[in-house]
Each structure stands twice: as C-alpha cells, then as structure tokens.
C-alpha cells in the first residue's frame, strides 16, 4: 500500500474512533457494576452458565465483587471473587492505554497498530 493511499488515512480514522468507543464501552460497564446494588436479588443474568448450572461458573460474582469494591467493601468484594480488584485495575490500564495512544501524533505513511 503507498504511504499516501487514503485507504490507510481511513484505516487510521477508524482505529483511533474504534478505540473511543472500546474506553467508553469498558468504563460504563465499570459505573454500572459501581452503581449497582450487590446485596440486591437480582431477576436476569447474562452469564449463559448460570442458566444451565445454579452454582454458576467461574465469573458468577464478579460484578457484585466490583460493586463492593467500589464501595470499599474490601472483605465482601474477596468473598465474592478474588479477582474483581486485578480485573479493575487491568481495565482502567487498558483504558489509559487506548487514550494515551489518541495522543500520538499521526506518523504520515505508516499504519497504526
């Protein structure tokens, strides 16, 4: 492909607002979990594991983890699930990642990764 093909300029445009959009879609999931309600029965669960087995899988209790941590529950949220706080913080770097990558400069004739 020549460095000034506009098919490249495009493929450029298009990662950088693909990557808008994956912070926005991480960090509304992440208020959501904030704002839910951990103690709450809750009436539908995306999870198809939990459909099929009632112990669930080996995610069940995440999203509630989530929420007590963000309540600094930090007992509640561990026996919930140990991982909520590395899932966070692995999110929230992503997130810095893809806005700290908006700030490169575009480099003429190369594409971005």
Not at 3 to 28: C, F, I
Request: proline share 7%; with cysteine; aromatic share 12%.
């Amino acid at each position: 492909m020549k460095p000034d093909s506009p098919h490249l300029y495009m493929t450029q445009y298009l990662k950088r607002k693909n990557s808008l959009l994956e912070v926005g879609a991480w960090l509304l999931g992440l208020s959501a979990l904030a704002l839910m309600e951990p103690t709450a029965e809750h009436l539908f669960s995306f999870c198809p594991f939990s459909w099929v087995w009632a112990e669930g899988c080996w995610g069940c209790g995440l999203g509630h983890a989530i929420a007590y941590l963000c309540r600094g529950e930090w007992q509640a949220s561990w026996e919930a699930h140990p991982l909520a706080l590395p899932a966070v913080l692995i999110l929230l770097r992503r997130c810095w990642q893809l806005l700290a990558w908006q700030q490169l400069p575009e480099v003429k004739g190369t594409a971005l990764p």
